[in-house]
Nanobody
Framework: QVQLVESGGGLVQPGGSLRLSCEAS????????MSWVRQAPGKGLEWVSA???????SYRDSVKGRFTISRDNGLNTLYLQMNTLKPEDTAEYYC??????????????WGKGTLVTASS
C-alpha cells in the first residue's frame, strides 16, 4: 500500500523557517522524481519544487533562494527546507510522486498535506 505522509507544518512568523518532511512507503522511493505542490486558501494547486532520481532540483521563481528540496533514499524521505517565509507562502503543502520518466511526467501518488501558515 502506497503512503506519503507529510509533517512539519505549522504557524510561523514572516521571516521564519520550517522544514517539511514526507515519509514514503509501499513503492521504490529512490526510483522516482518527487515534488512539493501547494494550495493556498481559495486558490488552485501550485507546483513548488521537484527533485529527480539523481537529485537534480528545480524551483518555482518565487521560492528560489529561500526553499531547498532534498531527499534521503535510505530513509525513503523527502524534505523541503523553507526559509524567510512570507505570508504568500501560506498554503497546504503536498508531497507527490511522479510517474516513470522524471518530473515532467504526471503525478501518480499524493500525500494528504501539511498546513503552513506564515503570519504575525
Amino acid at each position: 500500500q502506497v503512503q506519503l505522509v507529510e509533517s512539519g507544518g505549522g504557524l510561523v512568523q514572516p521571516g521564519g523557517s520550517l522544514r517539511l518532511s514526507c515519509e514514503a512507503s509501499g513503492f521504490s522511493f529512490s526510483r522516482y522524481a518527487m515534488s512539493w505542490v501547494r494550495q493556498a486558501p481559495g486558490k488552485g494547486l501550485e507546483w513548488v519544487s521537484a527533485i529527480s532520481e539523481s537529485e537534480s532540483t528545480s524551483y518555482r521563481d518565487s521560492v528560489k533562494g529561500r526553499f531547498t528540496i532534498s531527499r534521503d533514499n535510505g530513509l525513503n524521505t523527502l524534505y523541503l527546507q523553507m526559509n524567510t517565509l512570507k505570508p504568500e507562502d501560506t498554503a497546504e503543502y503536498y508531497c507527490a510522486t511522479h510517474k516513470t520518466g522524471g518530473w515532467t511526467s504526471g503525478i501518480q501518488y499524493w500525500g494528504k498535506g501539511t498546513l503552513v501558515t506564515a503570519s504575525s
